[in-house]
């Protein structure tokens, strides 16, 4: 259940209530993939990072170790010992952007496994299964993802049939919450909004799913090749035709930047490869900017990654050590780099919601907007 407690223009500040747990909105989601976030940090690691909900993927954990596997050792909650909300995607946005081969009818689409080749089949009810076994706290609606650029004609065909998947997805959620051996029966469904770049598909979209009254609805399918401000023309216009009452996620997004612009707009979840992914890298966000720790400068620079950082690697560790590790090939420093980017991130979303409890909101955003996004 959503609680909206304040509104700043079209910002939002709430709640959302989850049988594992409240979610304080805005928030970020950690991104989890094959239930562990990459770069050496666990579930564990994850409550002294701020992190409030862990993300994992569907389609990865299909394919290892399987979701009937993880259902047998007591769905993801157990397996991965993390006992917060957990969301698991609906497996769409890699059956289209990881399988070389792949057929898209109106059943589902079959296609090609990334690991071996094999063929694999999945359409909305395959979706809601795998996700069941997964035991997650919120399953998303199996959908089509549309590369931007894409042709009119077929953005509002993808479109037409993946309402029609989520009728699907709705019914066999209920169904599968029935059931007496369901890992957890309160499995809530989100909705997806699609439609590519053309604002006329989005509200349209966005109009025919909040019919569903689901538990939450995200805008999917950006940040998949357009520019940001074609990704916030499209959340302005859609955010008007979004249930007030329920939560709205932004999928993929983003950069510390495209996350406060995102806010901004009325969006109150988001998840992203990005600050792990970097991190392993040797990219650390900061309240400065952006910082490459392979720099040479870092050498003898005995500072933290950010001097106002209470993280506990920068309580700890110098930009120094860490470039050492980086340039002797050690694992500590993705596996640092990494916990710092986290705890950077949730402590964004943090400050987000104190300067809407105080309503500074608007002074946050001008004060850090440009600042967030600079390389230094």
């Not at 953005?155 to 919450?177: F, G, H, I, P």
Request: net charge neutral.
């Amino acid at each position: 259940m959503y609680q909206l407690k304040k509104t700043i223009g079209a910002a939002r500040r709430g709640e959302f209530s989850t049988p594992h747990g409240t979610i304080q909105t805005p928030a970020f989601m950690n991104v989890a993939t094959a239930g562990a976030i990459k770069g050496g940090v666990s579930a564990l690691d994850l409550k002294n990072l701020k992190c409030q909900v862990q993300l994992c993927n569907t389609y990865h954990l299909h394919l290892r170790p399987g979701d009937e596997t993880v259902k047998k050792l007591g769905g993801l909650h157990n397996f991965t010992r993390w006992d917060g909300p957990i969301l698991t995607d609906s497996g769409g946005f890699q059956v289209f952007s990881l399988a070389k081969l792949r057929n898209i009818k109106e059943e589902g689409v079959t296609f090609a496994s990334h690991i071996d080749g094999h063929r694999i089949f999945m359409g909305p009810e395959e979706s809601m299964q795998i996700q069941s076994h997964l035991g997650s706290t919120i399953a998303m609606a199996f959908d089509e993802c549309v590369a931007n650029p894409a042709e009119y004609d077929y953005a509002k065909q993808s479109c037409e049939r993946t309402v029609r998947w989520l009728y699907r997805c709705k019914a066999e959620m209920d169904r599968l919450n029935s059931l007496p051996d369901t890992i957890n029966p309160k499995q809530m469904l989100w909705g997806i909004n699609q439609g590519s770049t053309y604002e006329d598909l989005r509200i349209a979209n966005m109009r025919q799913i909040r019919e569903l009254n689901l538990d939450g609805y995200a805008i999917g399918g950006l940040a998949v090749g357009e520019s940001a401000e074609e990704m916030y023309r499209i959340i302005e216009a859609v955010e008007p035709e979004m249930p007030k009452d329920k939560p709205r996620y932004l999928m993929g997004v983003g950069t510390p930047t495209n996350i406060l612009e995102s806010v901004k707009r009325g969006v109150d979840i988001f998840d992203c490869v990005m600050p792990t992914r970097n991190a392993r890298h040797g990219h650390v966000f900061t309240w400065e900017g952006c910082r490459n720790l392979f720099n040479a400068k870092y050498e003898l620079d005995e500072s933290p990654l950010d001097e106002t950082c209470d993280c506990p690697v920068c309580r700890n560790f110098t930009r120094a050590y860490i470039h050492h590790l980086f340039k002797s090939g050690e694992m500590l420093a993705m596996r640092l780099c990494v916990m710092h980017n986290i705890y950077f991130y949730n402590t964004l979303l943090e400050r987000i919601r104190q300067a809407m409890d105080t309503d500074t909101f608007s002074t946050f955003y001008e004060e850090n907007r440009e600042k967030l996004g600079l390389r230094i």
